[in-house]
């Protein structure tokens, strides 16, 4: 999503395109049959990058440079077997197009293993070398997903005179009773919804719990004016896009309803009221002991071989320790529990923390008559929604069809995205010259991330710490909304904020848009520290430039995580479930 040339998606294929690709895929499938490291990297740029989604590797593995993409690629050939590499005819056409700034050859391609077919990417430089190979499996020979021809015949259930029919079938699958499913999800938002609908597909009995009332409470449930940040093209969830009538920008409800909907057009089995409440692992028996509490209150262990933990980056609040902040007597509370701001019309309010939550919860405050006061405490990024923030999804609003344009967006390593995002909040900067100039000129903090990625990578990095504007910049700047910065403020008093200068800014209510605790917080308390420890850190940047412990075996067997925006949750969730569907039927080990 980040890499991407806008105007280059609009180029023709030529006929050499495509040869230039076929060869260069004819002498990859010889090299690798040959199991001739040497070759395999002659094929390569020496700065080139390799990317294996499952397919190669049954992990999600990056590697850079020539020799060491030849060597891991030789390696795991002697397990898979890849072969029949070539364009795939039912995708875009190779292209040639600018890639970062770069002129290439990009070509959607097609192969095969002794376990699954695949699809990749490849970015073939002007010197026939390749530059960026992306490879994904894409299904798994003998347990092909029940779509399109595939589709289930309804045998089991239709016109089934005197026994079950669907109907039945439903409520039994669901109620697991005498019975524990293969896999529990906890959390039913997109992440949830999105591996239990894969899941599916592959044969693997999923149940999600959460411990909110009802599907899509995990959107209806926030502020009263959110609706999606990017657009619609970017947001379907999988099998079933969203229809033509709905609008770019979805509300919130309309997303929480649409997930009502997609929970039983897909069949999946949830379990709404129903909260996670503590767990441990079973070596010997190879399954987790996980205990859900319903919403009568009791509770039931469940012995599920895997536990996909899609209970959100956002889970348990964070409240900073401020000094006097035990002396304020007006309402204090976490963004996390604002609904609207009706109540605060003509009241004073102080809103602490300038990311997404921050300014929104300002924004809807002051949009009810609420004099309020946002208080910054470090610096952060803001960007406009259009024209800058829909940059990045720019691609899926261009045309090629949505499978396609989640194979390009995944083509691209740590050092590439960083690149990439680099371009792009360059031009960001410049098309929202006017809001930054505003916004700086009262004080506010602002900058694009120590190495000028932007939100983009604040997001992957952190989780927040920006914020993109939907007219609270503009507020701001106006002065309709006070600016505070945190260091001016001496301390909190029964009145407010007392600052350094011996002013108060009195205020009736405080929000604490503060953020949230990480995931790996959220393990510590559901399923001990031993267990935290060992998976360490969950989101964020790993190592080797992936997202820490997202959507992969992790270092606790059966344990895995989903999280993000839609997009990725769209993506991820097919390799995830690819993933765990190897796993059980026994073709990768526990690690
Ligand atoms: C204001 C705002 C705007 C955003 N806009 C966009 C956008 O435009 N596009 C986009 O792609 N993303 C957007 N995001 C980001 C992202 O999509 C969301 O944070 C998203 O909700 C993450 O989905 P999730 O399924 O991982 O987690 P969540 O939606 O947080 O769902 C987690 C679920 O787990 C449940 N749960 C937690 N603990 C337990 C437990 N112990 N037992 C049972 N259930 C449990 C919760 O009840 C919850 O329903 C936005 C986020 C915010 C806050």
Redesign the pocket.
């Known amino acids: 999503m980040n890499d991407v040339d806008l105007a280059a998606l609009k180029e023709r294929p030529t006929a050499s395109d495509h040869a230039r690709v076929s060869q260069w895929l004819d002498r990859f499938e010889k090299a690798l049959h040959a199991g001739d490291t040497q070759s395999a990297s002659s094929l390569f740029q020496a700065d080139s990058h390799w990317r294996d989604l499952v397919a190669f590797t049954w992990h999600i593995t990056p590697v850079l440079g020539a020799d060491k993409i030849a060597s891991a690629l030789v390696a795991a050939q002697k397990k898979i077997n890849a072969r029949g590499f070539s364009i795939d005819p039912n995708r875009t056409p190779p292209r040639r197009v600018k890639r970062l700034g770069i002129d290439v050859n990009e070509a959607l391609f097609e192969f095969e293993t002794d376990f699954g077919r695949g699809n990749g990417v490849l970015r073939l430089g002007m010197d026939n070398a390749a530059w960026v190979l992306l490879t994904t499996l894409e299904e798994l020979k003998g347990f092909e997903e029940h779509i399109g021809v595939r589709r289930p015949t309804g045998d089991a259930y239709s016109r089934n005179f005197g026994g079950e029919n669907w109907l039945d079938q439903r409520i039994k699958s669901q109620a697991y009773e005498g019975c524990d499913p293969t896999v529990l999800v906890?959390?039913?938002?997109?992440?949830?919804?999105?591996i239990a609908a894969r899941l599916g597909q592959l044969d693997i009995d999923t149940l999600i719990?959460?411990?909110?009332p009802r599907i899509g409470?995990?959107?209806r449930l926030?502020?009263h004016s959110?609706?999606?940040?990017?657009e619609i093209h970017?947001?379907h969830l999988p099998y079933l896009p969203f229809p033509p009538t709905m609008p770019k920008?979805?509300p919130?409800d309309m997303l929480a309803n649409w997930f009502e909907f997609y929970a039983d057009a897909m069949s999946i089995n949830f379990w709404t009221g129903?909260?996670?409440?503590r767990g441990d692992y079973d070596d010997d028996a190879k399954c987790w002991n996980a205990t859900?509490r319903r919403p009568d209150g009791s509770e039931r262990t469940m012995r599920p071989r895997h536990v996909v933990?899609?209970?959100?980056?956002?889970?348990i609040p964070k409240v900073p320790d401020l000094p006097g902040l035990d002396d304020f007597k007006g309402e204090v509370i976490h963004s996390h529990s604002f609904t609207d701001g009706s109540a605060w019309k003509g009241k004073k309010a102080l809103v602490l923390g300038t990311g997404?939550?921050g300014h929104?919860v300002a924004q809807d405050l002051h949009s009810h008559g609420t004099d309020t006061t946002i208080i910054q405490r470090g610096s952060g990024t803001v960007v406009s929604i259009d024209p800058s923030a829909k940059l990045n999804y720019a691609m899926y609003e261009e045309g090629p069809p949505l499978d396609d344009c989640d194979l390009v967006a995944s083509a691209a390593t740590y050092p590439l995205i960083v690149k990439g995002y680099q371009i792009a909040v360059k031009h960001m900067v410049n098309l929202d010259k006017e809001i930054i100039e505003g916004l700086k000129s009262v004080g506010f903090k602002y900058d694009v991330g120590h190495d000028g990625t932007g939100h983009q990578m604040k997001?992957r990095r952190r989780?927040g710490g920006y914020y993109?504007d939907a007219g609270c910049s503009g507020l701001i700047i106006d002065g309709d909304i006070g600016l505070l910065q945190f260091d001016t403020i001496d301390r909190f008093t029964a009145d407010g904020a007392l600052l350094k200068d011996g002013t108060t800014v009195p205020a009736d209510l405080f929000v604490l848009a503060t953020g949230y605790y990480a995931q790996q917080e959220?393990v510590r308390r559901?399923l001990g520290d031993e267990i935290a420890e060992k998976i360490g850190e969950i989101w964020g940047i790993d190592e080797d430039g992936e997202m820490a412990n997202m959507w992969k075996r992790t270092a606790q067997e059966g344990l895995w995580f989903?999280?993000?925006?839609?997009?990725?949750?769209r993506i991820y969730s097919k390799y995830l479930a690819l993933q765990i569907k190897a796993m059980e039927e026994g073709f990768i080990g526990e690690r």
């Not at 906890?186 to 999105?194: D, E, S, T």
């Not at 719990?209 to 909110?212: A, Q, V």
């Not at 959110?226 to 990017?230: E, F």
């Open positions: 906890v959390g039913g938002g997109q992440a949830g919804l999105g719990i959460d411990r909110l409470d995990c959107w926030r502020y959110l609706a999606l940040h990017n970017a947001n920008y979805i919130k129903t909260e996670f409440v859900v933990f899609a209970n959100g980056v956002s889970g997404n939550s929104d997001y989780g993109l959220l559901l989903i999280a993000g925006s839609l997009a990725q949750c």
